[in-house]
């Protein structure tokens, strides 16, 4: 078999090589030529080779590329009777600079769990053992070197195309750059993946239609392909497109390889031929194991030569998956030979390839990989993104518009607090000054206080959206926890004042609490604050509980315990010692914001005594704070405000602290719990940048 290094690059039409580099004609011309090359490209000879071939240069490692392989790599899952079940069964291969590398099987024969192996993206519950190495060594990827663009979309489901992508070229570009640099960058991008026309549609998601299935995929490579990363993982790019759709959207990806040196490795479903004769190199895998690795033009020879020939006018690729999927094992027929039952199919074809010479060529050319690049680190100075000011900037302006546009984040819970104020406000009305009028003073606050803040939980669907694609935009690299944490902070807290304040106010003057504005502007503080307090528990909780229905549930929990263990249900004095007392009620931010409010509406104020029957005696507020609530008085209401913003701030940390411990801490886990082979595991220094390769 020919050397890798002497083989191909993907066939490409001439109008792709000539096309100008400009952003205009990139993009708009492309995409007027593109459909007459393609028909002017000849059609492949029995799907074998193209008439009119450019070959262009591979690149090579000196150019600091990356090169990318893995040997007899493993992964297995538990199979849920106490041992271990491989999806990725000994693999061996490569992707290097200036190349496609395309992974295709049959749904669920392993594609999305190499990507994720390959870009150090594996699950909990999956172990990893053997070699990936970047550029035959053990090394670091910097910030923006690499990126994953993976089967599920998460996207901000409010923005517009534009926004999305603007505002992603914000958060990843480097501060060099200018404004209109970047935007012209982003416009450039959205044009290149034929998205022009839905530039200003809004990406839509539950509860809103937007874009299509097909385009909400254009926009997850766009914004993966901003910064043109070195190394890119695709996962089925294509789905959901149609046929000339697909080999637009991969003819711009692979333009990426040709001219810049790129390394990208797609795993794809159903590749019509002209996209097949992007790729460089095709792996072909089958319940895990490889069936073919090499050239994808040569696949055809492989599948020939073994006694599958592709039938003439079938799509190659069509071929190849029909002959390796055992799902519908009746429904397969093997050419002339006759029906085969798959399963023996897919064995004759990977033992053949094992003893074949491409097996050799890849183990070979993997060794020399490891060999060139055993010197060679990835440039890390090559990249630079923007600057964490910028970045907090931005993540803020993005989340405030999408808090502004997302009913459900804030504007739905403004018009039930205000109903529930009302409510509030027409069961109190007119509280009075009588001795009455105690009891239910301190029950409306205690209301205020837990359930009506307790209903900050209901932002949290909204909020487990934006942390999906917090994980996903933190895994590659385009901002760390901190800012986010910053960002959601700061555009949150126009939004609750606002939800604090109008409900708050009708509750308070309609029932007539005391008078005085200062006592007013406390009351409020107390609310905005709890609602925070509530927001960051819940951040905590996402955190923890990926899952919105788990994490309601939890989150609920938590509260209900507070609540009941904040002095109101029972008495401070009379709470059980254990637990309760001791850590619970300190620990309850309920007990600090009750006793702030008590201490707020009953300081100053004077009611008739009830032992005197109404003929002249008073009690006073102090009194009632002191026997009745038994509040502490020791120190003022302030302090219990201080107390408060305090732990808005330390459950803000602590969300950052968990997710940067869980960044550190899970690989290390993993690594410790994986098979114990000779391991020369990828470790990246940068966590939030890059994959960490430490399975
Ligand atoms: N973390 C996991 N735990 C248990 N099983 C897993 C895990 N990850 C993958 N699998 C199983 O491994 C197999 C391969 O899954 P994978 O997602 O890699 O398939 P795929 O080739 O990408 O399929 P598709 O084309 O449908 O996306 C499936 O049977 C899947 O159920
Ligand atoms: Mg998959």
Request: net charge neutral; hydrophobic share 40%.
């Amino acid at each position: 078999m020919a050397s890798l290094q002497d083989t191909i690059h993907p066939y490409v039409g001439e109008s792709q090589l000539n096309s100008n580099s400009s952003a205009t004609q990139t993009s708009l011309e492309m995409l007027l030529k593109a459909p007459l090359e393609v028909e002017t490209s000849a059609p492949m000879p029995n799907h074998g080779v193209v008439d009119h071939v450019i070959r262009v240069e591979p690149w090579s490692n000196s150019d600091n590329g990356i090169s990318l392989t893995w040997e007899d790599l493993w992964v297995t899952v538990p199979d849920g009777k106490g041992s271990r079940r491989p999806i990725i069964q000994g693999l061996t291969g490569f992707a290097r600079p200036g190349e496609v590398l395309a992974i295709m099987g049959p749904s669920g024969c392993g594609k999305s769990t190499l990507l994720d192996a390959l870009a150090g993206r594996l699950g909990a519950n999956t172990r990893q053992a053997g070699d990936i190495l970047i550029n035959g060594q053990k090394q670091c990827l910097s910030y923006g070197t690499s990126a994953y663009v993976t089967q599920d979309e998460t996207l901000i489901a409010t923005l517009t195309v534009r926004e999305a992508v603007y505002y992603s070229a914000q958060l990843q570009l480097p501060n060099s750059m200018s404004k209109s640099e970047k935007k012209e960058r982003a416009e450039m991008t959205i044009r290149e993946m034929g998205l022009q026309d839905a530039m200003n549609t809004r990406i839509g998601g539950w509860g809103a239609k937007g874009l299509s299935g097909g385009q909400k995929r254009r926009v997850s490579i766009c914004i993966e392909i901003l910064t043109r990363p070195k190394l890119l993982f695709l996962d089925e790019p294509t789905s959901g497109l149609d046929s000339a759709a697909s080999y637009y959207v991969m003819s711009r990806i692979a333009k990426l390889e040709q001219r810049e040196g790129r390394t990208i490795v797609t795993s794809i479903h159903q590749p019509s031929s002209e996209v097949f004769r992007l790729f460089t190199n095709l792996c072909l895998l089958s319940s895990g194991r490889v069936v073919y690795f090499g050239p994808a033009s040569a696949t055809i020879e492989f599948f020939a030569s073994n006694g599958f020939p592709c039938p003439t006018l079938q799509n190659p690729s069509d071929h190849f998956l029909r002959t390796i999927n055992k799902d519908f094992d009746e429904d397969i027929e093997q050419g002339s030979s006759g029906k085969k039952v798959t399963e023996e199919v897919i064995d004759i074809l990977v033992q053949s390839f094992k003893s074949s010479d491409a097996y050799e060529e890849v183990k070979r050319q993997v060794s020399q990989i490891c060999k060139q690049g055993g010197n060679e680190s990835v440039d890390q100075k090559s990249r630079s993104h923007a600057s964490f000011f910028t970045q907090c900037l931005v993540l803020t302006k993005r989340s405030s518009v999408n808090m502004y546009r997302d009913l459900g984040y804030y504007w739905l819970r403004l018009a039930i607090y205000v109903f529930l104020c009302l409510g509030l406000g027409t069961i109190y009305y007119d509280i009075g000054s009588g001795n009455n009028s105690i009891e239910a003073r301190g029950a409306m606050l205690m209301f205020i206080a837990s359930f009506l803040t307790f209903m900050a939980i209901g932002g949290f669907p909204s909020f487990v959206e934006d942390m999906k694609v917090f994980e996903r935009e933190r895994l590659n690299g385009h901002y760390g926890t901190t800012a986010f944490a910053i960002a959601n902070t700061l555009s949150a807290v126009p939004y609750l004042l606002l939800v604090s304040l109008i409900p708050g106010a009708l509750a308070y003057y309609l029932t007539g609490l005391q008078r005085g504005f200062e006592h007013f502007l406390y009351f409020d503080l107390v609310i905005f604050t709890c609602m925070m307090l509530v927001e960051s528990l819940m951040m905590i909780v996402a955190s923890i509980v990926p899952n919105f229905l788990m994490g309601i549930i939890t989150g609920a929990g938590i509260q209900g315990l507070m609540i009941l263990g904040g002095g109101f249900f029972r008495l401070p004095n009379d709470l059980p010692k254990p637990f309760w007392k001791y850590p619970l009620y300190y620990i309850a931010f309920h007990k600090y914001a009750y006793q702030g409010m008590y201490k707020n509406e009953f300081e100053g104020l004077v009611f008739p005594s009830e032992q005197t029957g109404g003929r002249g005696g008073v009690v006073t507020g102090e009194y009632i704070l002191k026997n009745q609530f038994q509040v502490e008085m020791g120190y003022s209401k302030w302090v219990d405000l201080g107390i408060l913003m305090g732990m808005v701030v330390l459950y803000r940390v602590l969300f950052l602290v968990i997710i940067k411990t869980l960044e550190n801490v899970k690989p290390a886990i993993s690594k410790f719990m994986s098979v114990k082979s000779k391991q020369k595991i990828q470790v990246m220094e940068n966590p939030t940048a890059t994959p960490t390769h430490m399975n």
